[in-house]
C-alpha cells in the first residue's frame, strides 16, 4: 500500500476492553518509521497519553498529547494526511494534533499495526 503526501490515511476498528495500548507505524519498513502514534492507556507510569516518535536507527524524542479520545471497548475512527515537513491526525473526537514529519519524505509504504487492537479498514485516499 502507498501512502502518499496529499492522501488521507483512514483507520477504523476497535480498542479491546482490557487494552494497555496500541500502536500505529508509517515508515518504509519496520527500521525506519516516520510516525509511531501510540495511544497509551497505562503503561510505564503513563496514563492516558498518546505518544508521538520517529525510529531512523533509532528512537528520536517523544511527542506526548495530553487529549485522550479513545475508550476500552470502544469503536474508533482516525485519519492521517502528511506533507514532507508535518503529519497531522485527526483524532476520533474530531480533535487534531500534528507530530513533525523528521523523515522528510512523501511517500511511505510501510503501515502496520500493533497492541491490544482490533482493526476493522483502513483506506488510502
Known amino acids: 500500500m502507498s501512502f502518499n503526501a496529499g492522501t488521507e490515511l483512514k483507520i477504523s476498528g476497535k480498542v479491546k476492553s482490557d487494552c494497555e495500548g496500541f500502536s500505529i507505524n508509517v515508515g518504509h519498513d519496520s527500521d525506519n518509521i516516520a510516525l509511531h502514534f501510540n495511544p497509551r492507556f497505562t503503561q510505564s507510569g503513563d496514563s492516558r497519553v498518546i505518544i508521538c516518535n520517529s525510529n531512523l536507527g533509532g528512537w528520536g524524542d517523544e511527542h506526548r498529547e495530553p487529549c485522550f479520545p479513545f475508550e476500552q471497548g470502544?469503536?474508533?475512527?482516525?485519519?492521517?494526511?502528511?506533507?514532507?515537513?508535518?503529519?497531522?491526525?485527526?483524532?476520533?473526537?474530531?480533535?487534531?494534533?500534528?507530530?513533525?514529519?523528521?523523515?522528510?519524505?512523501?511517500?511511505?509504504?510501510?503501515?502496520?499495526?500493533?497492541?491490544?487492537?482490533?482493526?476493522?479498514?483502513v483506506k488510502v485516499k
Open 74 to 121: 470502544q469503536e474508533f475512527k482516525l485519519s492521517i494526511t502528511f506533507n514532507n515537513e508535518t503529519f497531522y491526525i485527526k483524532l476520533p473526537d474530531g480533535n487534531m494534533m500534528s507530530f513533525a514529519n523528521r523523515l522528510g519524505d512523501d511517500s511511505f509504504r510501510h503501515i502496520d499495526v500493533h497492541g491490544d487492537v482490533k482493526i476493522h479498514s
